[in-house]
């Protein structure tokens, strides 16, 4: 296993070659374990003693802190190698590991996998009654994202914040301004029943192209030239019909669901696994070696077996550990299809059991104990703990879905979570382009923060500084910021600099979280993730510098401490909670993100 603080050799191999070199994959992860062969590290640095990682006891008594400004960037992983950490978890603690499949064990490709789904909704809606011209329109990148809300009554998408603030919206395509906002909501503010009762969470990777559709319908009507919009802003009149923004979101969510529950959804990605699937040969030796380490490994999805078995036996194709005759089904313990998650985690369904000859599944409800070569469906987590006889605080579960994979398994079973988030790479990329812009901010900032800084209650209100050109320069520079994530409504993470509803969802409710769950290879499976807790506005102290012995500079509101001429500075003006995707720079400390390394 690799020494947990060795620099991990890389596999040489591209992500489109690995389908043809599973021997380089061997390779190259065999490579890795060579480094155990390494002499045992060592901390140096001037002054005090050459110590052993891990320290003995002896030279953890004679050690000499190091002040925060002066201490060595500790190691990181390549950010799109790294599984984050929101919540302290010893993987030496968990013996199950569970498995979603679809966008988990699974990625699919985008954005042909969208365009599909958009293409075969859009049929849909025509099909019942909606204009021909809905065909002409294609899936957007720019307009296909989760972690929106949809308002029923008005038909506008919208970006909340963590608070339940509305940070930006648009209607249909066009983008709206901050007064047409304030218009429609005059507080800003979504409260938790309305979010509930007028509004619709796109939280999932399967309702992105769902969230481009919206968009794209309510254009459509509201560019008719026969259309009027109702004086009350809540839908369209066309003659002697009127159809509401409530009523085409409804019929949009129906055809989105006739996608997947038609089987047009299945039979296409199945009619060419290879254009729609990311095919990563790490995977097998993910599985094999979790249980060579005595775990246990299962799956859980809510697709029907006959779709499971072409999808996973593309991903575990050319697989060398597989013996002859072998399946990928020999890689878990317990394997549990059309679960129908969320529900799995709640009451459950009847467990039955699946004819592996034909596929269908076997009459009468399965009471039996033995899950070796068996497949089941249905059933319940409660079920499942009891085949595999997990307590709940020893089981790591890896989904895509917040709610019905996160969410309900760690409220209703006290699993363990992983998150996995497959737009984490482009909100990595986009976070590297913007962080000379998120500099720039932190300076706006800084100045706005001394205009303010001899000001008390006795000062006259006549004697209010004019920050209106610092303030609206500090709104474009926010601007800029995320106009790098390339849609129209910001980052999944961050909009205008402030976190958002879905980023504090993924906090609270899973304990990892990775652009693959794959990423837990490059790590031992007695890893300890040690979250890095963000800093209460109280404790900024903490993260301010130079600190030495307890005690900031008396001077240190005088002048910014650090040059801020080189991107890699950036992490001296950050908050801790400034980014929650980390700038990876192996020659520069990075922003302290709530993540392990």
């Not at 703990?385 to 994979?405: A, H, K, Q, T, W």
């Not at 001394?450 to 601007?479: G, W």
């Not at 906090?507 to 990775?514: E, M, P, V």
């Not at 401490?561 to 020659?587: G, K």
Request: charged residues 20%; glycine residues 6%; negative net charge.
């Amino acid at each position: 296993t690799q020494s947990a603080t060795s620099t991990p050799i890389p596999l040489t191999q591209s992500h489109a070659c690995m389908h043809a070199c599973v021997p380089c994959v061997s390779a190259d992860i065999r490579a890795r374990e060579q480094t155990t062969r390494m002499e045992p590290p060592h901390l140096e640095r001037q002054g005090s003693l050459k110590i052993s990682l891990p320290p003995t006891s002896p030279e953890l008594h004679e050690y000499e802190d190091v002040p925060l400004h002066e201490l060595p960037r500790p190691y990181k992983r390549a950010d799109e190698d790294r599984v984050f950490c929101n919540r302290s978890l010893s993987l030496a603690d968990i013996k199950y590991y569970g498995f979603d499949m679809d966008y988990t064990l699974a990625l699919y490709k985008a954005p042909q996998i969208h365009e599909m789904v958009y293409s075969h909704a859009a049929q849909r809606l025509v099909d019942q009654g909606y204009p021909a011209a809905l065909l002409e329109t294609k899936f957007s990148p720019e307009l296909g994202m989760r972690g929106l809300f949809f308002d029923r009554v008005n038909g506008n998408l919208l970006r909340v914040d963590r608070f339940g603030n509305i940070v930006r919206g648009t209607h249909g395509l066009r983008a709206l301004s901050a007064e047409a906002l304030e218009s429609y909501y005059p507080s800003k503010y979504i409260g938790p029943g309305e979010m509930i009762s007028n509004f619709f969470m796109l939280d999932t990777v399967f309702h992105i192209p769902e969230a481009c559709l919206l968009a794209r319908t309510v254009d459509l009507f509201d560019r008719l030239e026969t259309g009027e919009l109702l004086p009350n802003r809540t839908g369209i009149k066309i003659a002697n019909h009127v159809v509401l923004y409530a009523s085409m979101q409804a019929d949009i969510r129906e055809s989105i669901d006739y996608v997947h529950r038609m089987g047009l959804f299945k039979s296409t990605v199945a009619a060419d696994v290879a254009k729609y699937i990311e095919h990563d040969p790490r995977l097998p030796h993910l599985l094999t070696r979790m249980r060579e380490a005595g775990s246990k490994v299962f799956l859980a999805t809510n697709s029907e077996y006959s779709y499971t078995n072409v999808v996973m036996n593309y991903l575990f194709e050319g697989a060398p550990m597989m013996k002859p005759g072998g399946s990928w089904r020999d890689f878990f313990d317990l394997i549990i299809v059309s679960a129908a998650k969320p529900k799995f985690f709640d009451e459950g369904t009847t467990l039955r059991e699946v004819d592996l000859k034909t596929g269908r599944l076997i009459l009468g409800q399965y009471t039996g104990t033995q899950i070796a070569g068996r497949v089941l469906a249905g059933g319940s987590s409660a079920i499942a703990s009891e085949l595999l006889g997990c307590r709940g605080n020893d089981v790591l579960y890896c989904g895509d879905s917040i709610f019905g994979d996160v969410l309900k398994s760690k409220k209703m079973r006290g699993w363990n979570t992983l998150l996995v988030v497959p737009e984490l790479k482009f909100e990595l990329d986009a976070f590297r382009q913007a962080v000379p812009a998120m500099v720039h901010l932190r300076n706006l900032e800084y100045m706005l923060a001394e205009t303010f800084r001899s000001l008390t209650a006795a000062t006259p209100s006549q004697a209010r500084p004019d920050v209106s050109d610092l303030k609206l320069h500090m709104e474009k520079t926010v601007s800029r910021i995320d106009s790098h994530h390339g849609t129209v409504l910001g980052g999944l993470f961050r909009c205008n600099s402030r976190e958002t509803h879905f980023s504090m969802q993924m906090c609270r409710y899973a304990d990892l979280y990775a652009a693959t769950c794959v990423n837990l290879i490059n790590y031992p499976l007695f890893y300890e993730y040690h979250s890095n807790d963000g800093a209460l506005p109280h404790e900024h102290l903490l993260h301010a510098a130079p600190l030495a012995s307890g005690h900031a500079s008396p001077h240190h509101h005088l002048a910014p401490q650090h040059s801020i001429s080189h991107p890699a500075a950036a992490h001296r003006l950050l908050h801790p909670s400034a980014a929650l995707a980390p700038h990876h720079d192996s020659h520069s400390p990075s922003p302290a993100p709530a993540a392990a390394p």
